[in-house]
Structure formats: structure tokens, C-alpha cells
């Protein structure tokens, strides 16, 4: 079976907070021919595992790359990294699949009031742009 994975379905195979669920999450992750980790899931995934469950930033980019590196698991692997480069800078991991899916689109230049977000972009050579 081909199946998509919710955030709550990762959370509970990564974190195992809940014994019966944790095992079943593992069970379909492991059965499954392909599992799909669309962007919006890891995003999700990223801000639980830091502001619930206060998991390190370095914890949260191992988890990711753990999953993006399973066999079966397909997902935007471009993006993953834009948004893994940004968590491991000391930011969100979504301001980074924000970035790449804006430059994908035809953007140039991220653009935010989000000063920490526009100032480890620019470290890593993107186009960004703070509004003040």
C-alpha cells in the first residue's frame, strides 16, 4: 500500500508518547511500499517536536533526516534541505521550505519581518530582505 503520513502518525512512530498508537504508526510505516511526507506534515512535525515536546533543534533536523533517509519515504528532498539548512542555523525549519518553495516559484528575493529568518538566509548567500 501507498500511503501519506500525517503529522500526528510521524509524531507518534518518532516520539512513542503513547505506547499502542506508537506501535501501530511504526506497523504502517514499515508495511507500507511508499510512505508520502508532504512539506506541510514535516513543518508540522518540526514546530511539535521543539515547542511540545521541547526536542533540541539538532534533535529535530536527526529525526528528519532519519525519516527523509528511509527507503520507502518520498518527499520533496530539495526543500527538505533548504528547511534543514535554516534549523540547523539556528532557525525554522519552515522559513526554509518557505524560501525554496518561494525561489521554485520564481521568487528572488524572501521577504519578512522576521529578522532572524531574513538574517541566516542572507548568511547562507539567499536573497532576503527585512521589512522594518
Known amino acids: ?17 503513547d505506547e499502542a498508537q506508537s506501535a501501530l504508526a511504526i506497523e504502517a ?10 512539506l506541510q506534515s514535516l513543518c508540522e512535525l518540526a ?9 533540541s533543534r539538532a534533535d529535530v533536523a536527526a529525526a528528519i533526516r532519519r525519516l527523509s533517509e528511509t527507503r520507502n519515504v518520498a518527499l520533496d528532498r530539495p526543500a527538505v534541505e533548504w528547511g534543514l539548512g535554516l534549523l540547523e542555523a539556528g532557525g525554522d525549519f519552515a522559513d526554509g521550505v518557505i524560501a525554496f518553495e518561494g525561489a ?3 521568487a528572488e528575493t524572501f521577504v519578512s519581518f522576521d529578522r532572524k529568518a531574513v538574517s541566516l538566509l542572507a548568511a547562507q548567500g539567499r536573497r532576503a530582505q527585512l521589512l522594518a
Do not use: F, P, Q
Open 104 to 106: 521554485a516559484l520564481g
Open 1 to 17: 500500500m501507498k500511503i501519506t503520513a500525517d503529522t500526528n502518525l510521524l509524531l507518534r512512530a518518532i516520539v512513542g508518547d
Open 47 to 55: 514546530w511539535v517536536l521543539a515547542r511540545r515536546y521541547g526536542v
Open 29 to 38: 510505516l514499515e508495511k507500507a511500499e511508499t510512505v508520502a511526507v508532504s
